[in-house]
């Protein structure tokens, strides 16, 4: 598998695979990830949380009804109140990050995940010792990654596709779920080459969002779920949005 670091190249505007991700096109202030020369002195970072007034929210609208979609999604059209966007870090340029699941014995040299006594956590099953890591903050080996690590962009990535949907098929090797992490992050992440170093920097500035209506939280969904979610990824170079969304359930089957 490769893990060297991203290029400028490797990572485009989000245009392969960008009818699974969506992108909008909005004018969201995000340079606090720019050298403060580059940074544009008439907008200022996006604050962490903005309040959304009866006019906004009015003309807010959120995912249009869709046939046999998972329940606790909202009507379309609901009046928002509050829109609250929590900062993701997002400095991880090398996938060598994860290579410390070799090292401490959770995946063997031949990438098979190891595996252990069934159990569950939450609604998850537990049966190898992948998801315990992920999950189970008693294990032993929980603390292979720190906090700080666990509330990495890269991270979160990982997590998600390893906990997969309601109806998913766990693999029984390291790489897929590698390989499916690094394509999404480069299509999520935009870098560039800081012209005084020569180094590879991130200029994407990551937002984990949630809006609130009259009866609490309305979006990504009115159920709480680990693996309900929605970033928005912001370019604050291009001024593009990518928005990556999941909602935790079964639809209607036909």
Same mark, same amino acid.
């Given at each position: 598998?490769?893990?060297? !670091?991203?290029?400028?190249?490797?990572?485009?505007?989000?245009?392969?695979?960008?009818? +699974?991700?969506?992108?909008?096109?909005?004018?969201? !202030?995000?340079?606090?990830?720019?050298?403060?020369?580059?940074?544009?002195?008439?907008?200022?970072?996006?604050?962490?949380?903005?309040?959304?007034?009866?006019?906004?929210?009015?003309?807010?609208?959120?995912? !249009?009804?869709? !046939? +046999?979609?998972?329940? +606790?999604?909202?009507?379309?059209?609901?009046?928002?109140?509050k829109i609250e966007a929590t900062n993701v870090p997002c400095t991880q340029l090398s996938m060598s990050f994860f290579n410390r699941l070799y090292d401490e014995d959770i995946v063997r040299a031949n990438g098979h995940i190891i595996k252990c006594l069934d159990s569950f956590c939450d609604s998850f099953p537990i049966s190898d010792e992948l998801r315990k890591v992920l999950l189970v903050e008693d294990s032993e080996k929980y603390e292979v990654f720190s906090q700080p690590d666990r509330e990495e962009f890269l991270f979160c990535l990982f997590k998600h596709l390893c906990l997969g949907g309601a109806l998913c098929q766990y693999e029984d090797v390291l790489h897929p779920y590698l390989e499916t992490t690094k394509l999404l992050y480069k299509d999520l992440v935009s870098v560039r080459k800081n012209p005084q170093t020569k180094k590879i920097q991130i200029t994407s500035s990551v937002f984990k969002v949630m809006a609130y209506d009259s009866n609490g939280v309305c979006y990504p969904s009115t159920k709480s779920h680990e693996q309900t979610f929605s970033y928005f990824i912001v370019d604050p170079i291009k001024r593009h949005v990518h928005v990556l969304y999941h909602c935790y359930g079964v639809g209607e089957m036909s």
């Open positions: 598998m490769e893990t060297g !670091p991203l290029r400028p190249s490797d990572v485009g505007d989000g245009g392969r695979g960008a009818g +699974g991700l969506g992108r909008l096109l909005l004018q969201i !202030p995000a340079s606090e990830n720019l050298p403060v020369s580059e940074r544009p002195r008439d907008r200022q970072p996006a604050p962490p949380v903005v309040d959304a007034g009866p006019s906004r929210g009015a003309g807010v609208r959120l995912r !249009p009804d869709v !046939p +046999g979609a998972p329940q +606790g999604r909202l009507p379309h059209g609901a009046e928002v109140k």
